[in-house]
């Protein structure tokens, strides 16, 4: 029940321990998004085309619940390193129960969207069929994966890292297992389709959900979820959703980038929006995993700063950019050396696979500069700098990357958009540093 490990521990093995579990969970994350689209693949391209569509749909609706589960996050540690355990309480009861309601909410309108999204990005309407067919099936789950987010960011506050790991990778293992299981009817199990992998995916967001309310009832944690603070007060409200809102609009960018990128190369060939698709999958290996690191570090950077503890806050996000950089120096190696065997992952197609693989150099380009920004803007939400991380998101996915991939594919062509990525990453990471050390001095 004593936290005081947060700002007592050396940092450098603090931040390996607090963050190792949610690297690892989120790379298992990773794997799952890449088989997830291996099987999805074996029914037919049409079927992967679908996947890339509607993503920015799914992206969004996981934003929303990673956003506010974040705010959750940031203000439970604070009043922890605080010292104010009841309002560690309210904010973890009042953030349970939002979080419910925001499922409640995706459900009915992203299954209401669909269709109109889907028909704006293409006419086949074999491939609309496959998103419907998804997506109806998967939005079902919003409220159960909303809940389950914000007991995991409640849990790592708490620094339970090694049970968010267990539960997330526990998640994403079944639904691994289900996949083949109900896409093609292997055994007892009936042959679903693309259907399958939307009820293997939701089943698999489902699991973890148990397993915290299991153990939450099991092992009590620092934070309680109480009864008398099942009605919302309206601070506390307006805390959590300065942070999580700022954290919501970071992680739905992505969103509107792919959805205006795929307008852009849509008008090349469709074999460059499948390639763009495919790109997203290999790069949640990465993201997700030093993601990981920046879920280990945001309750780390939070406690310490409630509790003045600013010094140990810089050495934190120090140690975690080298960290980050480490990660994505393996990936930028994979991608240079290898990528026409991660491309063969999804296709057959000759033609697909060397553009694909030209484009994966190229694009990896920016892999290790990308760390600055991308640690930097965590560190920040753990600072309750939720405006300051949006900015820097901003840049990164928006202001600085559309306009250069839309200017540079009418010099160059489709490339231009792959060009756009490594450009992005240079400037985000020198403005991200000025964003940070201003916030800092504030």
Request: aromatic share 10%; net charge positive.
């Amino acid at each position: 029940m004593n936290q005081e490990f947060m700002k007592t521990k050396n940092v450098l093995p603090l931040v390996l321990t607090m963050s190792y579990p949610m690297a690892i969970s989120m790379a298992v994350n990773a794997l799952y998004n890449i088989v997830d689209s291996f099987f999805v693949s074996q029914i037919s391209d049409k079927a992967m085309t679908a996947l890339s569509l509607l993503f920015p749909v799914q992206n969004f609706a996981h934003s929303v619940a990673v956003g506010f589960a974040i705010g959750i996050n940031a203000v439970v540690a604070f009043y922890m390193g605080q010292g104010s355990p009841g309002e560690a309480d309210k904010a973890a009861t009042n953030g349970i129960l939002l979080s419910a309601l925001h499922g409640i909410i995706l459900t009915a309108g992203c299954i209401a969207v669909m269709p109109w999204f889907m028909d704006r990005f293409t006419d086949d309407q074999s491939i609309v069929n496959f998103g419907l067919s998804y997506t109806g099936i998967l939005f079902i789950f919003a409220p159960m994966d909303c809940m389950a987010i914000a007991m995991e960011k409640t849990f790592q506050a708490a620094g339970r890292m090694k049970t968010t790991m267990l539960s997330l990778a526990s998640g994403c293992i079944l639904n691994i297992i289900l996949d083949p299981l109900l896409i093609f009817g292997i055994g007892p199990f009936p042959q679903l389709g693309i259907r399958g992998a939307a009820i293997a995916t939701g089943i698999g967001q489902t699991l973890p959900l148990i397993i915290y309310v299991l153990l939450y009832i099991a092992k009590p944690l620092p934070v309680r979820f109480r009864r008398k603070y099942i009605r919302p007060e309206l601070y506390m409200m307006k805390r959590l959703y300065s942070i999580g809102n700022a954290g919501t609009l970071n992680l739905a960018l992505p969103s509107v980038q792919v959805s205006i990128l795929n307008a852009i190369l849509a008008s090349y060939s469709a074999g460059y929006v499948f390639i763009l698709g495919v790109y997203y999958k290999l790069q949640t290996f990465l993201y997700l995993s030093v993601n990981g690191v920046v879920q280990g570090i945001r309750p780390l950077v939070g406690y310490n700063y409630g509790a003045g503890e600013n010094g140990r806050v810089r050495e934190i996000v120090r140690i975690s950019i080298i960290i980050a950089a480490i990660i994505m120096i393996a990936g930028t190696a994979v991608c240079q050396l290898m990528p026409d065997t991660l491309m063969g992952i999804f296709t057959q197609d000759e033609a697909v696979i060397q553009a694909g693989s030209s484009a994966l150099r190229i694009i990896s380009g920016g892999f290790i500069i990308s760390s600055i920004s991308v640690i930097l803007s965590g560190a920040l939400e753990g600072l309750g700098k939720g405006t300051e991380s949006l900015v820097i998101s901003l840049i990164r996915y928006i202001v600085f990357i559309l306009p250069a991939a839309a200017g540079l594919s009418c010099i160059v062509g489709a490339v231009g958009v792959w060009h756009a990525f490594w450009i992005t990453e240079l400037a985000a990471a020198a403005i991200s540093c000025c964003i940070y050390r201003r916030a800092v001095r504030n």
